[in-house]
């Protein structure tokens, strides 16, 4: 009977010791320090090359945060919408919310270079979009956080999925809590994360409808808006104008001041502000940028968190848009 219990408390002990190391190396995946040993040099040499872009574009920044976004509500973030159409797919670089959109490409190729240079084989580029997404925010002003790490690349995807992931300029407050909800992200993840919208531009095709047929939205704010935008499809589709009209090149609180005044530029932006369920997160980040700089970088995290790859899932590309 001793034998017996000796050996039942020797099978529990050792499943809880397998539990426990199953558990801390996960913990060690998403660890930010997860490449300190392969490859020290990860964050300066990603700095280093995103502060060179903003430098010379400002707006790339943007570009940047936004591919990282796009990246982590298709099928989690793997790094798939780098992939370039092969013969066996097509891609997300031509879904509806990416095409002749989604931009930055080429300078996420020159990070990948610049990394692959100092640590050949070891960084994915998925967990590259996750720390320049982070690096755009801090050099044009935002919050900084720390970027968990450990993602591994994504194989193949699909421009249907892109399709049926991304959220739409077009939604309503109801649909986009729901897409958000649906992975995880919280009513204020939905707000904060909007956030990003306080710098970049968008093309007339998507904020045409909001400025021409909708009725929340402030009149001289409109007007000025169409005075850039013609009405007429296919005229004019690809001229720009700032998400936040007061600050586009600065992260900042603005964005929300705007939604407060109905200037969102975007149907999308000015739902989270039209007698909702979102309009007292608005306020409170009108009156509080810190608040709104808080909650941003725990949204980023939990959104970096999305369905990555990790372990032997995936793997790590050598060239962020094609598979190995």
């Known amino acids: 009977m001793a034998s017996t219990t000796s050996s039942l408390f020797m099978a529990i002990l050792c ?26 040099k990860l964050f300066p040499t990603v700095k280093s090359k995103v502060q060179s872009a903003i430098a010379k574009e400002t707006r790339m920044g943007a570009s940047l945060l936004r591919l990282f976004f796009h990246d982590c509500f298709v099928n989690g973030c793997d790094g798939s919408v780098l992939l370039d159409d092969t013969s066996n797919f097509v891609g997300e670089k031509t879904a ?45 002003g935002g919050p900084n956080w720390e970027v968990k790490l450990g993602r591994r ?51 007339c095709t998507s904020f ?55 200037k969102g530029l975007l149907h999308s932006d000015q739902e989270l502000f039209n007698s909702g ?15 709104f700089f808080s909650d941003f970088a725990s949204a980023m995290v939990k959104m970096g968190d999305i369905s990555p790859l990790t372990g032997s899932n995936g793997e790590i590309r050598k060239n962020c848009r094609r598979a190995n």
């Not at 931009?103 to 967990?127: H, L, M, N, Q, Y």
């Not at 193949?156 to 300029?169: M, V």
């Open 153 to 203: 690349d994504a194989k193949t995807t699909s421009r249907a999925a892109a399709n049926n992931g991304i959220p739409q300029q077009s939604f309503n407050l109801n649909r986009l809590l729901s897409r958000f909800n649906a992975l995880g992200l919280s009513n204020t993840d939905l707000v904060a994360l909007s956030g990003a919208h306080t710098i970049g531009l968008a093309r």
């Open 96 to 140: 509806n919310a990416n095409r002749n959109s989604a931009r930055g490409f080429d300078v996420v190729d020159d990070i990948k270079s610049a990394v692959e240079s100092v640590c050949p084989g070891v960084v994915s580029c998925a967990d590259i979009l996750a720390i320049t997404a982070r690096d755009s925010v801090t050099i044009l």
């Open 277 to 291: 369920s979102a309009d007292s997160i608005v306020r409170s980040y009108v009156n509080s940028q810190t608040s």
């Open 208 to 262: 045409r409808a909001h400025i021409y047929n909708e009725s929340n939205i402030d009149g001289s704010f409109a007007r000025t808006r169409q005075a850039n935008c013609p009405r007429t499809t296919g005229t004019g589709d690809n001229n720009l104008a700032p998400l936040d009209l007061q600050t586009p090149k600065a992260f900042d609180n603005k964005y929300f001041q705007n939604l407060i005044q109905k």
């Open 15 to 40: 499943l809880a010791l397998v539990i426990l190391f199953i558990g801390s190396s996960r913990a060690e995946l998403s660890s930010p320090d997860f490449y300190s040993k392969t490859c020290p």
